[in-house]
């Protein structure tokens, strides 16, 4: 439940090359890595306090970037993740 740019890190450290690198990150799938993320999200709301709603959204978007995920996905499941927070 890593995102792509801590998985490439990772990679790189082990000493693989670029282009490995490339193609295995173009094998994931985007709905499924959108969902790993999205779920990650809703767990971490659970247990984050904040005084706002925007000072939880900076606390999850620290969380999902320590994760490897990149904003703009982590941008699209805290959208989605708050529409569902709301009808909850």
Do not use: P
Request: hydrophobic residues 35%; charged residues 35%; proline residues 0%.
């Amino acid at each position: 439940k890593w995102g792509r740019i801590k998985i490439t890190q990772g990679l790189r450290m082990k000493g693989i090359d670029k282009e490995t690198i490339s193609n295995a990150m173009g094998v994931i799938d985007e709905q499924e890595y959108l969902d790993i993320l999205q779920d990650l999200i809703k767990a971490k709301r659970k247990s984050t306090r904040g005084k706002s709603a925007y000072e939880i959204n900076g606390k999850l978007i620290r969380f999902a970037t320590g994760r490897g995920f990149e904003f703009s996905a982590i941008r699209t499941c805290l959208g989605t993740a708050a529409d569902e927070y709301e009808m909850d």
